[in-house]
């Protein structure tokens, strides 16, 4: 545990098979919940395409801002 640290972080998350991408997500936020319940923020890292758009808004996810080189999104 890190003091003052309450932010998971999903860098990549990728799938071919459908719906796996989801699942990936939604299982690793429960695990780190299960371990570090410290964590209340899970954001991701997202590259700047539609696709990474539409997965993150489509799977419940909020978005937060658009970068350079990547656009954040949050799970809550």
């Keep these: 545990k890190w003091p003052g640290v ?3 972080v999903f860098y990549t998350v ?3 098979t459908k719906g ?3 699942e990936i997500i ?3 936020r429960k695990e780190i919940q299960r371990k570090n319940p410290y964590i209340k ?3 991701t890292l997202s590259p700047l395409t539609e696709m990474a758009e539409r997965f ?3 799977n ?3 978005f937060v801002a ?3 080189s990547c656009q954040n999104f949050e799970y809550a």
């Design 56 to 58: 993150h808004l489509r």
């Design 41 to 43: 923020r899970y954001v």
């Design 26 to 28: 939604f299982a690793a």
């Design 20 to 22: 796996a991408g989801r």
């Design 66 to 68: 658009k970068h350079d």
């Design 6 to 8: 309450d932010v998971a």
């Design 14 to 16: 990728w799938s071919y």
């Design 60 to 62: 419940g996810a909020k």
